[in-house]
C-alpha cells in the first residue's frame, strides 16, 4: 500500500485508540445508524416505481386483473380498498393493452360500448333493449364517479310507444347506491342523482325516480321525490333570515339575550302556468275589409187555389193583397290587437307567515310596545292583507339557567386557565432543564477539548524553591539511608509560610490533576541535579 495511505489508516487508529468507552459507544451507534440509512436507501432506490394501471375498479373487475396480472407474473400493489391496481411504471401501457385485448377492460363493460357489437340483423327488440342497457350503464358510470359513491346500478323502465296517447305511461327509474365506507349522501346530492337521471331519460320527471342506498334506505320515493326536504330546507332557510333580521334590530334597542324572537312561515311550492290572450281593437284605425248585402222584392199576394185533400173538405176563400221583402246584412273586418301573456308562477312564494317576539320586561320597562310592534312588522315585510299575524309581548325572563350556564362557563374559564398556568410553569420548568442540561453538557465538553497546559509554563520556576528543597532532601536520604530531622516549628504561621502552604497546595492540586507531566517535570529536576 501506498505510504500516505499507510500513514492515514495509522493516523485513524491511533485517534480510535484515544477514545474513551462513551465516545467508542458513541462512534458504533453512528456507525451503525449510516449502515442502516444505507441499505435503506439502496433497497428504496432498487425498488421499481409503481403507476396506477386502473383506478375506482368494482370488485369483480379488480379480481379478473389480477388474476391476469398473477398468470402473466407481474408484480402489482392494492390501494384504496382494492379499488386501484398499480403495476410497475414501465409496463403500465402494455399491461393496458393485453388487458383490452383480452376483453376485460372495465371500460368496456356497460355503456354506449354495447352499441358498439351490435350486429346488422338485430331484431328491433335486441335493439331496444341493447340501448336501454347501455343508457343503464352510461348513467350508472356518470352517478359512480360522484363523491362518496362506490358503486351504482340504475334500471329503467321505458313503456312502449303506442299511438293512444291518452293511455301512454311515463318512465321510471330506480338507482341503487352503495357509498364508500363512512360516507353519507346528504339531500343535495341525492336530489343531484334524481335530476341526472331524470334528465337523462326522455319525458321522464323527478318524481318518477327511486333512489335506495345498501342499507334498504329509501332516500327518494316515486311520487314524491325529494321536493319535500327540499322544501322543508327552504321553509326553515327562510324562517331563520327572518328572525335573524328581526333579531339583529331588537339587540342593540334592548341589548343581547334580552328578545325572543320566532317566525313561522306557510310557502307555496306549487309550480302554476297561466295563459291569456286579449283582443283589443284600436279606435280611429279603419276596417280591413267591409262588405255589405241588400235583398229586396216586392209584388201582389194572390189567394190559393186550392188545398190537396178529401173532396168534402171546405176551402176558405183568400183575399189578394201586395207583398214586399227586404234582406240587408253588413260585414266589417276591423284591425284587432292581440296580446297573449305567459305566466309561471315560480315556487316558494310566501302565503302566510306569523311572528312571535317576547321581551324581557325589565329591558322593555321604557319602550313604547306599539312603536316595537310596527318595527317588527317592518322588519318581517308582514302583509295584514295576506293573513300575516304579528305579536310582541312583554314578559319576565327567567335568568337562572343563564346565570348557573354563566357561572359554568367562568369556573370552566378558570379550570382552563390554571391548567393552562400549570401547562407554562411545567413547559419552562422542562426547558430550564434542558438548558441547564446543554450547558453543563458545554462545559463539560469545552473541559476535555481544552488542551493540557504544560506544569513549566503554569508554574513560576524561581518561586519553587520549597520543591528544590524537597528534592534535596529526598536525594540527600536516599545516598544516606537516615531520616533527616525536621525544625522545630513555631507556635503560629508567618505570611511566608502561608505563602508556601499555599503553593504547596497549588503543587498538590496540579500533581492530582496532571500526574504524569509533573512526574516527568521532576524526573527533568533529578537529572539536571544528578548532572551538576
Known amino acids: 500500500m501506498p505510504p500516505q495511505i499507510t500513514s492515514a489508516f495509522g493516523r485513524i487508529t491511533t485517534s480510535v485508540r484515544e477514545f474513551t468507552v462513551a465516545q467508542r459507544t458513541l462512534a458504533l451507534i453512528g456507525v451503525a445508524v449510516l449502515a442502516v440509512a444505507l441499505i435503506g436507501l439502496s433497497a428504496w432506490l432498487s425498488r421499481p416505481q409503481f403507476s396506477p394501471l386502473y383506478t375506482d375498479l368494482a370488485p369483480a373487475d379488480a379480481s379478473a386483473i389480477v388474476d391476469q396480472l398473477t398468470a402473466q407474473g407481474v408484480a402489482y400493489e392494492l390501494t384504496n380498498g382494492g379499488a386501484t391496481i398499480l403495476v410497475p411504471s414501465d409496463s403500465v401501457y402494455d399491461m393496458r393493452l393485453k388487458i383490452a385485448a383480452s ?49 351504482a346500478t340504475v334500471k329503467l323502465a321505458m313503456p312502449e ?24 349522501l346528504n339531500d343535495d346530492q341525492v336530489q343531484s342523482i334524481v335530476h341526472l337521471v331524470s334528465a337523462s331519460v326522455e319525458g321522464m320527471k323527478t318524481t ?19 321536493a319535500a326536504s327540499g322544501a322543508n330546507k327552504q321553509t326553515l332557510a327562510y324562517e331563520e333570515r327572518v328572525a335573524a333580521s328581526i333579531q339583529s334590530m331588537l339587540d342593540p334597542i334592548l341589548g343581547v339575550g334580552k328578545a325572543v324572537v320566532t317566525v313561522t312561515a306557510d310557502l307555496d311550492y306549487d309550480t302554476t302556468e297561466r295563459t291569456q290572450e286579449t283582443f283589443n281593437a284600436t279606435e ?65 312564494t310566501v302565503r302566510r307567515q306569523s311572528v312571535s317576539v317576547a321581551v324581557d320586561q325589565q329591558a ?3 319602550i313604547n310596545m306599539t ?9 318581517a315585510g308582514i302583509d295584514a292583507e295576506r293573513g300575516d299575524v304579528v305579536t310582541v309581548a312583554r314578559m319576565a325572563f327567567d335568568t337562572s339557567s343563564a346565570s348557573a350556564a354563566q ?45 493540557k497546559a504544560d506544569p513549566r509554563e503554569s508554574l513560576d520556576l524561581g518561586e519553587l524553591s520549597l520543591v528544590d528543597d524537597a528534592l534535596a532532601l529526598s536525594a540527600a536520604a536516599l545516598d544516606s539511608a537516615t531520616i533527616v530531622e525536621l525544625p522545630e516549628l513555631p507556635s503560629g504561621p508567618s505570611p511566608e509560610q502561608l505563602q508556601i502552604e499555599r503553593k504547596r497546595a497549588d503543587v498538590v492540586t496540579l500533581v492530582d490533576e496532571q500526574p504524569e507531566q509533573v512526574a516527568e517535570l521532576l524526573r527533568e529536576w533529578m537529572d539536571t541535579r544528578s548532572n551538576a
Open 161 to 184: 310507444e303506442s299511438v293512444f296517447v291518452s293511455t301512454k305511461a311515463d318512465p321510471t327509474a330506480s338507482v341503487f347506491i352503495k357509498t364508500k365506507s363512512g360516507a353519507v
Open 103 to 151: 376483453g376485460m377492460s372495465p371500460t368496456s363493460e356497460g355503456g354506449y360500448s354495447l352499441l358498439d357489437s351490435m350486429g346488422m340483423s338485430s331484431s328491433e327488440f335486441q335493439q331496444d333493449v341493447t340501448y336501454k342497457r347501455a343508457l343503464e350503464g352510461e348513467i350508472g358510470k356518470t352517478v359512480s364517479a360522484m363523491a362518496g359513491v362506490e358503486t
Open 407 to 451: 357561572s359554568a362557563l367562568d369556573a370552566a374559564a378558570a379550570v382552563d386557565a390554571a391548567a393552562a398556568k400549570a401547562k407554562t410553569i411545567q413547559t419552562l420548568v422542562i426547558a430550564g432543564g434542558v438548558l441547564l442540561a446543554l450547558v453543563l453538557l458545554a462545559i463539560m465538553l469545552g473541559r476535555r477539548r481544552r488542551p
Open 364 to 366: 322593555a320597562a321604557a
Open 371 to 379: 312603536d316595537l310592534q310596527a318595527m317588527v312588522s317592518s322588519a
Open 208 to 226: 318518477d325516480v327511486a333512489v335506495i342506498d345498501s342499507t334498504g334506505t329509501v332516500l327518494s320515493a316515486v311520487g314524491s321525490g325529494t
Open 284 to 348: 280611429g284605425v279603419p276596417a280591413l275589409t267591409e262588405r255589405s248585402t241588400l235583398e229586396e222584392y216586392t209584388g201582389t199576394n194572390s189567394a190559393a187555389t186550392g188545398v190537396l185533400g178529401p173532396d168534402n173538405i171546405a176551402v176558405p176563400d183568400g183575399e189578394d193583397g201586395d207583398g214586399a221583402y227586404r234582406n240587408e246584412t253588413a260585414e266589417s273586418n276591423n284591425a284587432v290587437d292581440k296580446l297573449t301573456e305567459h305566466t309561471v308562477a315560480a315556487p316558494g
